[in-house]
């Protein structure tokens, strides 16, 4: 949901989870702290040096382990493209989505300050997403979203007209996990709301006012946002002496264990899993992880008991792509009845809804899962609809 933080209609405040909090209602222990490195030989995680303003508060220090389970999961990958680390705005955790957010304002800010001096005037926030999965659409329609709520805050002169947002994709079409269909009615919703939509389209250069195409238009932009792909952080690369992917995923067995130590594990998009008879890698989304989390919470048991492993199966569900308030779209079922079942419209947005309120529960259990739940309806009609600040 970080496009939702990102565009400003969602307060991140209200939903993360407080760990310290957390841990004691559930019975582990909590560190604040970065992974720096793993020694096998010792069985320690190596904690990197907190610091502050320059200073070292905390120096690097060591958290002995019988057995460590992986979760850091994924960066944006952005193939090396040139200018793309530089100029792109990557939406990878909470402070880079609210940097966009503030980015954002300040260029919606500055086109209503243009229009109330020369209502005249041709001005509007460019925005440019690189990547039409489900993080790239999903921040396109919420942009609009937010655009036609900004005058009821203090921005009289600017409306959704004002917002110039483009997309771009390297593939033949966008939202590939999804139906053709399903997917063509998605960029229609795009752009009826006055997104261009660009397919088939490859990005050879970012530049700070503009994104350079292998066609050789240059699409100028005062947002840059790179949505393509994901890969592993640089820190697992070799980590502790463990297998790598290229792109920097540790390398797993159908089991979860990594293949060169059978005490630790990993799970979700930091984790490059290919499955007996697969012929790819499970896909890094989020209904797998939470699969994977489960697999590895029940081998652990079986090894601390000496019983044999049993291997991870991905159960593809579908998916779901939210439009914001204009539609959503998305397939359930997956391989379960043997094809897929298109949903669009109120159900899926329902069903949409109905995922996360689970995950609300499957995190802080019913009553509490509940409560928040009900102070998510509450909140949504005595608070702002947007985030400014």
Not at 140 to 148: D, I, K, R
Not at 196 to 203: D, E, P
Not at 287 to 295: E, I, K, L, P, V
């Amino acid at each position: 949901m970080l496009h939702e933080v990102a565009a400003g209609s969602l307060d991140a405040n209200l939903d993360e989870v407080g760990y310290r909090s957390h841990c004691h209602r559930w019975h582990y222990r909590y560190f604040f702290g970065a992974m720096q490195g793993i020694d096998r030989s010792t069985r320690e995680v190596i904690v990197a040096p907190l610091v502050e303003a320059g200073r070292e508060l905390i120096g690097a220090h060591r958290i002995r382990f019988d057995y460590l389970a992986i979760a850091i999961g994924s960066v944006t990958n952005d193939f090396g493209t040139e200018g793309a680390a530089e100029h792109c705005l990557f939406l990878d955790d909470r402070v880079q989505a609210d940097r966009f957010r503030s980015r954002l304002l300040n260029q919606c800010l500055r086109v209503s300050r243009a229009l109330e001096e020369n209502p005249a005037a041709d001005a509007c926030v460019r925005v440019v997403i690189i990547g039409a999965g489900a993080t790239g659409i999903e921040l396109a329609a919420e942009l609009y979203n937010s655009a036609a709520a900004l005058k009821h805050y203090g921005l009289e002169a600017f409306d959704a007209s004002r917002l110039k947002v483009t997309i771009i994709e390297a593939g033949p079409r966008i939202l590939p996990a999804l139906p053709e269909k399903l997917a063509d009615a998605a960029k229609a919703e795009l752009e009826a709301l006055g997104t261009r939509v660009l397919t088939g389209v490859r990005v050879t250069r970012v530049s700070e006012v503009a994104v350079h195409t292998h066609t050789g238009e240059s699409i100028a932009a005062d947002l840059r946002v790179w949505a393509a792909g994901v890969r592993g952080a640089p820190l697992l690369k070799d980590i502790g002496g463990l297998e790598t992917t290229p792109s920097c995923q540790l390398v797993v067995r159908p089991t979860l264990q990594v293949t060169r130590d059978d005490r630790i594990f990993a799970l979700g998009d930091c984790c490059s899993c290919l499955l007996p008879g697969a012929t790819r890698p499970v896909p890094p989304r989020a209904q797998a992880a939470h699969q994977m989390a489960t697999r590895v919470y029940d081998n652990l048991r079986r090894l601390m008991d000496d019983r044999a492993l049993v291997n991870y199966v991905y159960r593809d569900y579908g998916s779901l792509v939210s439009l914001s308030r204009y539609s959503t779209v998305g397939s359930l079922m997956g391989n379960l009845i043997g094809g897929r079942m298109a949903i669009e419209g109120r159900l899926a947005r329902y069903v949409y809804r109905s995922l996360y309120r689970l995950h609300l529960i499957s995190i802080h259990g019913w009553l509490r899962g509940m409560a928040l739940v009900l102070v998510g309806h509450v909140n949504r009609i005595v608070r702002p609809r947007l985030k400014l600040h």
